[in-house]
């Protein structure tokens, strides 16, 4: 399998926040029935059709792969984890919108995943804070899709919808929130439907149409970010 | 008035312990979770406070601070309290937790969260049968019978753990079980892995486009085709579900592979760690710490053993030994009763701490690994109840380390439970954990350089 054909897209969050409910539902249009403990990673394709509805409709697999774990791990599960990021299209950060720490980790997993890339000695470095700053620069598209819609009552609806908007807003991306055991949130022509389409697109344009003349796929992503400065190992 | 001097003391130093508690709630335990049910933070931190303050009322004995007769009182009380929490309280608890999880008995919870502790209580009664714990002179409902039973399973909780401790403690400080790991067998396993990773996604690609060739096929065959159309349907979509079925096992095969794949590497990737750990010179310590240990298990291993073939107890505690020995054999001359008072508070408060610190660190472990945001509110209470049946039962066989003239309120307070049978079923326990540990800790040896050599 060459690697110029895939698209990849990682889904990254907190254990428990359902993750692998939200990739079955992504790419099989059912609910996952028994949904267990991921271990290591688990991936499923998804079948996209690029610019659905014009005359360049193109099929395209998407790999969407769910790595399992939480941000506070030992550094050598991360170093093991890291062997997952290598040349990445997309992100997709998921969190569960009844556990506010489950939004805050999801900065931590971003930097994890986008400084992986830029690292070309395989060493983990980040400082650990949150710079708005990589996030406007980023060039790989994120996506922030808050889950277990349902089990917030309808009275505290708003402040948690508010909430998400700064969140999506800070990571400079679209925001789906969703109940992943009910396909209606992502039936055709639903506006949730509308903007994963345009990710997905975004993704994949990013991915084969958007090069600077560069023919070998993903060292473009590493010229963007590795702008030199190695920021310093700091792990407690 | 110096009751009351006494008391209000105490009353402080148990909310410093309260707050401790809390604090390490919501630092450590759920740092990950969010607290909705706060009932569950109250009753871990006062569980873990009401523990404290009993070790709290050792050292005070010891010290011979506070008034003897307020702290024969506080002992009472906070004994007291202890119980009702952990047999009444945290067990229901953890029912209506329990219940509160399962969607059908949302109605009933208080209902069925009751027949549970019900159910409970009557195992709990039930464990004292077999073991001869008690005199037949008290009544049902009496201090001596829930301690006696709560200290059952308090001893051997301790006793697994120091067996399986003893154990682990050499063999994961000491380099000389450190198995050789490489860069290259890392990278290796990690592109066995990738690849892995690319065969379940080309078969998984391959039945995501038969699945969708069939959903455009099954939708063009709704329509009416005549008799051959239809046999030929039958046939071509049982020989194309065959097909997936089979790559579908396939697909199931090789993602068990890929999380074996995958927890290797992990496994290599911290062996590494430890590898370059050992090189400091903190690890350099900690492996020769590991050798003292590994003789420190060794003696104990055979003390346990040879207390259960000689059928004998103790009879004095190791301070009062060590200042015979010290008086009598190397004729050092010093103020007994000053220095033996001392050192049993050094040693009480050493064990006190370690066994304390070193139970929060499994627990929070523990917690950690099987964890998650639906179960976390009962495993915590869990951790709670093991927490308090730890600390109860480790003031029983504190008992055994005090100098005489220490131990009397314990037994006081305690009332007449037969010491020495926790002492035996504690030797007996700690054997058989260390036991296994070691067998278990051999094949785990053993079994993963194999795994790691082939290709």
């Known amino acids: 399998m060459a690697a110029l054909d895939r698209v990849k897209v990682l889904v990254l969050g907190d254990s428990g926040v359902g993750k692998s409910s939200l990739v079955h539902l992504l790419c099989h249009n059912q609910v996952l029935g028994n949904p267990s403990w991921t271990v290591g990673c688990s991936v499923d394709v998804r079948i996209h059709d690029y610019k659905e509805g014009t005359p360049e409709e193109k099929t395209y697999y998407i790999e969407l792969w769910d790595v399992g774990g939480s941000v506070g791990s030992a550094t050598s599960v991360k170093s093991t984890r890291a062997v997952f990021y290598n040349l990445l299209n997309g992100i997709i950060l998921v969190h569960d919108l009844t556990n506010k720490k489950s939004s805050q980790n999801l900065y931590r997993w971003s930097l994890e995943a986008l400084n992986r890339d830029v690292a070309p000695t395989g060493v983990l470095v980040t400082n650990g804070d949150y710079d708005r700053e990589q996030f406007a620069d980023n060039q790989i598209p994120l996506l922030v899709i808050g889950t277990k819609l349902d089990q917030i009552p309808e009275t505290k609806r708003n402040e948690v919808l508010t909430r998400t908007a700064f969140l999506a807003e800070d990571f400079n991306a679209e925001e789906i929130n969703l109940d992943c055991t009910n396909p209606r949130y992502l039936a055709a022509g639903s506006s949730n439907a509308v903007k994963l389409s345009r990710f997905f697109d975004k993704v994949i344009e990013k991915r084969y149409f958007l090069r600077d003349g560069n023919q070998i796929p993903g060292f473009s992503e590493r010229k963007r970010f590795g702008g030199g400065t190695l920021k310093s190992l700091h792990y407690d | ?455």
Not at chain 2, 64 to 79: A, E, I, T
Not at chain 2, 152 to 158: C, K
Not at chain 2, 431 to 442: D, E, G, K, R, T
């Open chain 2, 1 to 455: 008035m110096s009751f009351l001097i006494d008391s209000s003391i105490m009353v402080t130093s148990q909310v410093l312990f309260f707050g401790f508690g809390w604090l390490f709630f919501m630092r450590k335990l759920f740092k990950d979770y969010e607290v909705r049910q706060y009932v569950v933070q109250v009753i871990f931190s006062v569980t873990f406070a009401f523990s404290c303050t009993m070790f709290e009322l050792i050292i005070f004995e010891i010290l011979g601070v506070l008034n003897s007769s307020s702290r024969y009182f506080h002992w009472k009380l906070n004994l007291c309290v202890i119980l009702l929490i952990l047999v009444f309280m945290v067990p229901f608890y953890i029912g209506y937790f329990v219940v509160s999880n399962i969607r059908l008995l949302h109605r009933q919870k208080l209902l069925f969260a009751c027949v549970l502790w019900l159910t409970f209580m009557y195992f709990f009664w039930k464990l004292g049968d077999p073991f001869p714990i008690l005199s037949p002179k008290h009544g049902i409902l009496s201090i001596e019978q829930l301690i006696s039973r709560v200290g059952v399973i308090g001893v051997t909780l301790m006793a697994l753990l120091s067996g399986f401790g003893a154990v682990n403690c050499p063999y994961t400080y000491m380099s000389y079980f450190l198995r050789n790991v490489t860069d290259a067998d890392i990278l290796a396993l990690e592109r066995r892995l990738l690849q892995t990773m690319d065969m379940i996604i080309s078969k998984k690609k391959r039945i995501a486009v038969a699945h969708r060739t069939m959903f455009q096929r099954g939708e063009v065959h709704n329509k009416p085709t005549g008799f051959w159309g239809m046999i030929k349907s039958v046939t071509t979509s049982v020989s194309s579900s065959e097909n997936l079925s089979l790559i579908q096992q396939e697909v199931d095969a090789l993602e068990e592979l890929s999380r074996q794949l995958f927890l290797e590497t992990a496994d290599l990737h911290a062996t590494k760690e430890r590898i370059e750990y050992s090189k400091t010179f903190q690890g350099k310590y900690f492996n020769v710490l590991g050798y003292f240990f590994s003789i420190y298990c060794v003696w104990k291993i055979f003390m346990a053993t040879i207390n259960i073939v000689f059928d004998r107890v103790g009879k004095t505690d190791p301070v009062t030994r060590g200042i015979e020995i010290t008086v009598n054999y190397l004729g050092i001359q010093f103020d007994v009763k000053f220095w033996s008072q001392h050192i049993s508070f050094i040693l009480v408060g050493i064990i006190i701490v370690t066994s304390i610190r070193g139970l929060l660190i499994t627990l929070t472990k523990f917690f950690y690994a099987i964890s998650s945001s639906k179960s976390s509110n009962v495993i915590v209470l869990l951790l709670a109840q093991i927490m308090g049946m730890y600390f109860v039962s480790s003031v029983l066989l504190i008992r055994m380390s005090m100098p005489l003239e220490y131990r009397t309120i314990i037994t006081e307070v305690l009332g007449e439970l037969q010491f020495n049978f926790y002492h035996r079923w504690f030797d007996v326990i700690f054997l058989v954990s260390a036991l296994s540990s070691i067998l278990f800790l051999y094949l785990a040896h053993k079994q993963a350089p194999e795994k790691h050599m082939t290709p």
